[in-house]
C-alpha cells in the first residue's frame, strides 16, 4: 500500500449485542464473522464450509477483498475448489453475497464458476448475488499493478497481481468515475469509464496489456445479466431472516491500516466491514467474532515473518500454496503469538478460535511457540496497537521487526490437544473449531463466558492457494 495513500479508516459502528448464546449451535442466534488473525493462508475456507455443514446457514457474506483471496476446500469425498469470490459454503449449496466492501473481478469470476462447475455446483450463478455499489476490478487495473510491481525490483510488497488495490487507488484518486457493478447495466456508461481508465492509466504507466475496452464491456454486461444485482436494503433483508456467515479475506496482519507497512493490503481485514454492514441492518441478530489460525505462522511473499524456519519447510509441505510469480514465495516460521496477539488487539478482541492445522506439531516435531521477541537487547513480549490511518509509525514498526528475533519459546509437543489449549490461553479465547486436515473439523460447544458479545482481549485469563487464473474475454462464461 503506497505511503500517498489517503483515506479516512473505517472502524467498527457497533458493538456486540449481549444475550446469550451457545456458540456451537449459534446457527438459531447469531451470525458468525470469520477473520484471519495472521497474513492469511490459515484455512478460513475450510471452516466457513464447516460453519455451513448444518444447513442453517442463510449464505455467504464476502467483506474485503477481492478475487485475490484463495480459501482451499477439500470435501470429504476428496472434490477440491480455491475460493476467490464465492463463498467458501458453495460446495453445500450455500448461496453467497459480495458486499459493496468487496472488488469484484467478472472474468475472474466465470473462470471460478467454470471450476465450480466441475466438482459439482450445476449453476454457480444461481447461488450468487451482488451489491451495485461494488467496485469493479478490471484488466487494466491487473495490469497496471503488476506494472507498478515489476518497477519496485528488490522493493517489490508482494502483490497478487490481480488489480484490487489498484482499483481501490483509481477509486480514491478518480471516485466520480471508478467503475462498480451496476455500471455493468448501462454499456454506454461502462465504455466511458473504462476509456478513461485505460488512457489515464496508460499516460502514467506507458502502454498496459489489457483486451480492448469493447470487449470487456461485452463480458461485463454479460456478467451483469447472469447474476442478481441487489442494493443495500437486499443485504438487510437477507441479515434479519436468518443467521450469515460473514468470510472475510487475507488476513489481520496484512491489514491496510494495522499491518506492517508497505507489505499490507489495501483493504480493511479487521471485522470493521462486517459490524458496519450489522449496524447498518439495526444489527438485527448479535455476532461471534471467530478468529481463524494455524499451529504455525505462514506467509506468502515479502514483508516481516519474526519466527520464519526454513528447517520447517520440507516438514509441512503446502498442497495448495506455492512460489506466486507476483507475491513470491511461501514461507513457514512457528507459531508467533507475539504478531497474533497484536492481531486480537486491533481488531478490539474475539470472542473465541478456530485453530487449523493442528496435525503439523505431529509432522515437524521441533514446532514450537515463540512468546516474545528480542529486539536492540531488548524483551519485547507485546507489540503496541497504533491509532489507524498512521503509516508512517507502521512502518517505522515494519523497520523495527525487521531486527527482531525470537527471544522466549514455549514447547507444547506433539499432543494436539496441549497446542489448541496453548494457543487459547496465549491469545486469550476459547477453541470452538479445531481442523487436523483439510476435511476433519471438529466443532466444541463453547463455555457461557465466550458467548457473543462478552469478546476476549488477547492477554486475558481464558479457557492455502492459488487462484483461479481468468480466461481471456468472452460473453460465452455467463449464457
Partial sequence: M??????????????????????????????????????????????????????????????????????????????????????????????THLSRFMTVDPLALSAEADHLRTVGV???????????????????HAAANRLREQAR?????????????????????????????????????LLRQLRLLRDRLA????????????????????FARAVTLTDGAALHALLRRGRVVFEGAQGVLLDEWHGFHPYTTWSTTTFANAETLLAEAGAPRPALRLGVLRTYTTRHGPGPLVTE??????????????????????????????????????????????????????????????????????????????????????????????????????????????WSEAIGAALGAPVLLESSGPARQVLRRLPAAAQAGTTAMAGTTAPGGTPVTAAPPTTAAFR
Fill in 2 to 95: 503506497p505511503a500517498d495513500r489517503r483515506r479516512t479508516p473505517r472502524e467498527a459502528t457497533t458493538r456486540h449485542a449481549t444475550n446469550a448464546m451457545d456458540a456451537a449451535h449459534a446457527s438459531d442466534a447469531a451470525h458468525t464473522i470469520v477473520v484471519d488473525l495472521g497474513f492469511g493462508d490459515a484455512g478460513k475456507g475450510a471452516v466457513v464450509d464447516r460453519l455451513c455443514q448444518d444447513g442453517t446457514v442463510q449464505a455467504v457474506v464476502r467483506f474485503n477483498g477481492g478475487a485475490q483471496a484463495a480459501h482451499n476446500v477439500v470435501t470429504a469425498d476428496g472434490r477440491h475448489h480455491t475460493f476467490a469470490q464465492f463463498g467458501s459454503g458453495t460446495l453445500r449449496a450455500v448461496p
Fill in 122 to 140: 450445476p449453476d454457480p450463478y444461481a447461488l450468487l448475488t451482488v451489491d451495485r455499489a461494488a467496485p469493479l476490478a478490471t484488466p487494466y
Fill in 153 to 189: 525490483g528488490a522493493g517489490r510488497h508482494g502483490s497478487c497481481g490481480m488489480g484490487v488495490g489498484e482499483a481501490a487507488r483509481y477509486a480514491l484518486a478518480h471516485p466520480g468515475d471508478a467503475p462498480t457493478v451496476g455500471d455493468c447495466l448501462s454499456r454506454t456508461r
Fill in 203 to 222: 499516460d502514467e504507466l506507458g502502454p498496459l496489456p489489457a483486451p480492448p475496452v469493447e470487449d470487456c464491456a461485452d463480458v461485463f454486461a454479460a
Fill in 309 to 418: 524456519d526454513p528447517e520447517l519447510t520440507p516438514l509441512l509441505p503446502e498442497p495448495h500454496n506455492g512460489h506466486g510469480r507476483w507475491q513470491g514465495a511461501f514461507r513457514i516460521g512457528h507459531f508467533d503469538a507475539v504478531a497474533h496477539t497484536y492481531a486480537v488487539e486491533v481488531c478490539g478482541g474475539v470472542d473465541a478460535l478456530a485453530v487449523t492445522h493442528l496435525d503439523a506439531p505431529g509432522r515437524a516435531r521441533g514446532l514450537r511457540i515463540c512468546r516474545a521477541y528480542g529486539i536492540d537487547g531488548r524483551l519485547v513480549e507485546r507489540l503496541t496497537p497504533g491509532p489507524p490511518g498512521d503509516l508512517d509509525r507502521q512502518a517505522a514498526l515494519t523497520a523495527r521487526l525487521r531486527t527482531a528475533r525470537p527471544a522466549l519459546w514455549d514447547t507444547p509437543g506433539r499432543d494436539p490437544r496441549r
